[in-house]
């Protein structure tokens, strides 16, 4: 089955720097990669996804890039701000058949002013 | 669409007891998950079930673990008979199938604590 694996699980970045956050998956049917954050005592929300038949896609500050030969993709978040402060997770999930989702360990996300 | 909703919100329970967590998936989404929240072990899948069925259950971590879908609108995780080490936050989240509809939606969370 699907295993994804996320990292780094903690990552600290002063305010208005950049921060990267990387995974990777191990079924290569896998064709949705959807990013969550999740603030402190909520639940997890969707912030951006991609297909596999797209190398990047950007929503503002936000961008995620997907390399489908070496089966791992980024979230990549520019000029952070405070509220960006959160968990960070990853997913992986076919779009057809067993569409089971499944998430990375998390990365904790701190934005220091 | 009120979302996905999920009761009770919290839940204490001693050792032993059995425990039910209930989920109302979004009107037309085909496919629920349970997961299981610690901060160990991240976002466990524990079951998913498609049309009402369960499609894999592998992430049951043991057999005091039940689901059950008995229609598109209700699911339930049981616990029985629960344990502390099953404190964690439980959530379910539905999305619809297929390429147009894969984005999961979340419910609240139960937030179970077993003493």
């Known amino acids: 089955g699907e295993n994804v694996e996320q990292h780094p699980s903690t990552l600290s970045v002063q305010e208005g720097d950049s921060a990267v956050i990387k995974c990777t998956y191990s079924?290569?049917?896998?064709?949705?990669f959807p990013w969550y954050k999740q603030e402190l005592g909520k639940r997890p929300q969707l912030i951006i996804d991609?297909?596999?038949?797209?190398g990047e896609k950007k929503d503002q500050r936000i961008a995620v890039t997907l390399n489908k030969t070496a089966k791992h993709f980024s979230l990549h978040i520019t000029e952070t701000q405070p509220e960006d402060s959160a968990v960070y997770f990853c997913a992986a999930s076919r779009d057809q058949g067993a569409q089971k989702l499944v998430f990375g360990q998390g990365t904790r996300l701190t934005i220091n002013p | 669409d009120a979302g996905v909703i999920q009761s009770p919100r919290h839940e204490v329970t001693e050792m032993g007891q059995e425990v039910t967590l209930r989920c109302k998936p979004i009107s037309g989404h085909d496919y629920l998950f349970w997961y299981r929240q610690t901060m160990m072990r991240g976002l466990e899948l524990l079951i998913y079930f498609n049309n009402n069925v369960p499609i894999d259950d592998s992430g049951m971590p043991e057999d005091r673990f039940s689901a059950k879908m008995p229609n598109a609108s209700f699911s339930t995780l049981k616990i029985q008979p629960s344990e502390p080490r099953d404190s964690a936050v439980y959530f379910c989240?539905?999305?619809?199938?297929?390429?147009?509809?894969?984005?999961?939606?979340f419910g609240q969370g139960t937030r179970l604590t077993v003493v």
């Open positions: 991609i297909r596999s038949n797209v």
């Open positions: 989240a539905s999305r619809k199938p297929g390429p147009t509809g894969t984005e999961a939606f």
């Open positions: 079924d290569s049917a896998s064709n949705y």
